[in-house]
């Protein structure tokens, strides 16, 4: 018997390697920064510029009058 939903199957998705913030998948065809040989996925960029670049935050203080 014919099934119906075999012709229909999505292609498996191939894993290309991990996001080095989330640790999560990143899939063939999906976009990431490499950032100092780190893979990163674009929705991870601002946590991880963040956590990056936290010790350089700094608070804007004037100096009172």
């Given at each position: 018997m014919y ?63």
């Amino acid at each position: 018997m014919y099934n119906q939903e075999s012709w229909f199957e999505a292609p498996e998705e191939r894993i290309f390697g991990c996001c080095d913030f989330c640790g999560n998948e990143i899939y063939e065809g999906e976009p990431y920064y490499s950032i100092g040989g780190k893979m990163i996925h674009g929705e991870c960029l601002g946590d991880f510029a963040a956590s990056h670049f936290a010790g350089c935050l700094k608070e804007a203080v004037c100096d009172g009058m």
